[in-house]
């Protein structure tokens, strides 16, 4: 008779690193339009599922960037640190697909041309260095372009399967983009594990729980949420930065997305802002203004 | 960590009226509706280690309860502290009951003696209790600390008063006990977290 091989709980280690899966984009899309169901904000998680549709459609066609991590590279730096324009080049063929599904949709945004001047402002949100949210339909699509390059850049790279030692936890090691929240996982292995994900290339980086990822000051977070609605969602909220952002748990709804989950709770944004915490995490499909 | 250029900004529902989110489709007085139907619930997550045994396995606590009003905290909620490498997450049994230790009517919750002779515990203050323990530790070892022994040698130990430290203390706590109840030389010195 064979028994299974069984571990002590310390033998799991889970990887610091996850690369986004090669259909990101097509996952967004169903749950933006699983949760438009029956949401006052229905045409707009509608019409987000078709930008995330043609994302997909685009990332699909665009194949390998065949860009590798460098030989012994030490995670000291963003892995694409000197490399952006290399990885980059892509988008302006990106972005008029993108903007004519938009079309298609109602949503009227710039040509290339006009859409290159929004540039600063997109790259100032998704570093998480802007005071506001994107504030035009054209900023949102022309963020969604490079979302499809970077996350075809991630997806080709071979990140160590197992525990890397970040230089820093606040950004992206992949590309240096703020986080748009965490996950945290349900399930065999990696249950109850924090991730934080990319807001541009989704690649997702192990965080410790119970700790403001902010401000990484140790005192003790609260969590904020909704009283008989949207279960797997919590903002985590600092009292020493008086920020927060949002974790998505899939122990309660284990298709949680979080930039979709985010887009579809923004009641608790508005609910938390009122208590005096401050959003520290980008989405840029988030419009405000 | 380099969090000098992270900026905050804050989702009022100003701008979720805005014209551009607006322009995708967005229609802000159904979900401005719903955001006062909504009531914000409030917890909070601490790390802690389960008490009960050896293995020292770290904990989640959630408490509901807002510690800047006069609100009484609760505690709603315990499981295993993923990030903690000795379980991983993982409870057994009697960890993952905690909560119910921690709420039990019959909990120890203050120090409390039994005179000698007398049959009814009584409570005595944390500040009581450690002085009558302190008075119970001299007076042992004043009468049983033993600084040579019979063939003369230098041993200064105290064998008679034993220590059992805490499964939750650190590396930091556990060097200190050790190094406070060595120069009083006890030598009965055992942790919880070997039981
Ligand atoms: S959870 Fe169980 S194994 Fe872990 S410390 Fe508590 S009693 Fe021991
Ligand atoms: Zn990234
Ligand atoms: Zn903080």
Redesign the pocket.
Known sequence: MQFPPQSLPSADDYPSLLRPGTSLFARRASRLRTLAGSAPAADWLNRLALLCDAQQTAFDALGDLGLRLPAGFAWQQAVSAGREAEIEAAWPAIYPQLASAMAAAGVAVADLGSAQASLPAVRALLAGEAEAALQSPTEAVLAAALQVVWTRFAQGLDVPTGKVLLAERGHCPCCGSAPLGSIVFAGQGRGGARYQECSLCATRWNAVRARCTLCDDPGVVAYLGIEDAFPAVRAEACEHCKGYSKLYFQDKDLVVEPLADDLATLALDVLVGEQGYARGAPNPFLLTG | MNMNRRQFFKVCSAGLGGSSIALMGFSPNAALAEVRTFKLARATETRNI?P??????GVLIYSTGDKSKNSQSEIIHIEGDPDNPV?RGT??P???GLRDMIQSQNRLKWPEVREAGASEWKKISWNEALDRIAKHMKADRDANFVAQNKDGVTVNRWTTTGFLAS?AAQNETGYLTVKMLRALGMTSIDTQARI
Do not use: I, R
């Open positions: 389960c009960y045994c050896s293995v020292s396995c379980n409870l057994c009697k960890g993952a499964s």
